[in-house]
Nanobody, 126 residues
Framework: QVHLVESGGGLVQAGGSLRLSCAAS????????MGWFRQAPGKEREFVAA????????FYADSVKGRFTISRDNAKNTVYLQMNSLKPEDTAVYYC???????????????????WGQGTQVTVSS
């Protein structure tokens, strides 16, 4: 069982930066792949970024490549999402998730994650 708590969301102007954190409880954090997803009002939840259990592989949505960076610190049971050059279209509730994802193509799929946080709001003003 893994309990996830996101933090770091807020209101920022376009072009600004935010760093989201996701703190996990449980001794098995280091064995899970971690992902960030987001959901804007009226839209489906979409993949943002993911990282393998040891940090050796990372995956990004095309819309955030070059602007967002995912990382993890297994000693602190925490995964991060550094978001730079933010755009109004990045406005959404951001969720972190944990799962035993498996093959690379599964990282992008919400159904492959077993545990979810409650979300943190990110609002980018133009």
């Amino acid at each position: 069982q893994v309990h996830l708590v996101e933090s770091g969301g807020g209101l920022v102007q376009a072009g600004g930066s935010l760093r989201l954190s996701c703190a996990a409880s449980g001794r098995t954090f280091s064995s899970y792949a971690m992902g960030w997803f987001r959901q804007a009002p009226g839209k489906e939840r979409e993949f943002v970024a993911a990282i393998s259990w040891n940090g050796g592989s990372t995956f990004y949505a095309d819309s955030v490549k070059g602007r967002f960076t995912i990382s993890r610190d297994n000693a602190k049971n925490t995964v991060y999402l550094q978001m730079n050059s933010l755009k109004p279209e990045d406005t959404a509730v951001y969720y972190c998730a944990a799962g035993s994802v498996g093959r690379d193509s599964y990282y992008y799929r919400p159904v492959k994650y077993d545990y979810w946080g409650q979300g943190t709001q990110v609002t980018v003003s133009s």
